[in-house]
């Protein structure tokens, strides 16, 4: 018998074994999810439960649509009805990407395969779905580092020609103003004085961000170092009206970073806060809380969020909706946080913006980026 049939042969003797199936499906690293021809679930691995976060008595006769994100429910639905009405559908048979939707709401990159399989006389569609968010991540921080490696070097060099020139004109009219007597002259010059400060920092952001970064890390207390960095902050956010929350439930919490480096980051969220909420008021809350090996930093608004379309472009560099902006802070920040093996994400609750800063207790061994 030719080696194609025997194995055929085999694989057919295998799968008449419920056991020998079950135990392929449970232990596939990839979900496995079937619907039947009322998009009803009907079949969720092991793997399906921890990608999802649903567990499989509560996913089972559920909608598919608690699985992908709104709209792609609907489509799909039409996919299936279609595919029973002529036996064809665009989505079967082939690799796909997109997105599916965790039990918490959140969205995350997908590759899906579809078949269908008519069993006791009636459809069964199954998709395997890999779960994409890691190599997704890798592959935009590898992007990322080559972006900046590149741009890096001519930055540095940019940034080195400006930066004499404009220290030079600002002690110059520094001198000039001090000696200035009348006042609509002072006026200009005092307004001469503010750009040249404005460009400088915009120059210090912009090879904070070129430079590749090392941190000194150290035994830290974070709930010290917030309770410190929100008192930096405290007298500008007051002056504007905006109240402001440290919420704790630990006294303690102690990990090895760079306490000043975090700090830049805290000051970025809050400015950003402050900027938010300057016509309004509102309240800024920062809380600290630790979950299993890990510690989360929250610094909430009461401004007026962000708008979902921009959520994905937030953390790019340059990106900013300020007239004035450099859209430089929450680049840096995602930098000083990775560097230390953590993440930085925002979302909106339910009175403003929320950045969740998530860092390890313990740091990886490499941490400079
Ligand atoms: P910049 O502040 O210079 O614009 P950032 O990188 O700090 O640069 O922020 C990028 C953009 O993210 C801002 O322009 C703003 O649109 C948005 N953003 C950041 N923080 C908040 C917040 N607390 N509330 C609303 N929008 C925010």
Redesign the pocket.
Known sequence: MPEKEKSYCLEERLLSSPELLHGIIQTATDAIVAIDAQHRIILFNRAAEQIFGYRVEEALGQDLGILLPEGVAERHRTYVEEFLRTGESPVLGRIMEGLARRKDGSLFPVQISRSATKFDDSWVFTAIVRDMSLQKEMERRLLESEKLAAVGMAVSRIVHEIKNPLIAIGGLVLSLYKKEDRPEHKRKLELILREVERLEKLLY?ISDFAKPLSLELKDTDLVALCQESLEVYRPRLEEAGIKVRLKSDEKEIRAMVDGERLKEVLF??F???L???ADSGGELELEIKREGDRVLIY?R?T?????EK?LP??????????K??????????RKIVEAHGGNIR?RNWER????IIELPLRPPQTVSS
């Open positions: 952001d970025n969220l400015e950003n806060a900027e938010a909420m610094v608004d401004g007026p969020g962000i708008p921009l472009q937030l953390f790019t560099p340059f990106f900013t909706t300020k004035k902006g450099t859209g430089l802070g929450l680049s840096i920040s925002a403003g913006a929320e950045f």
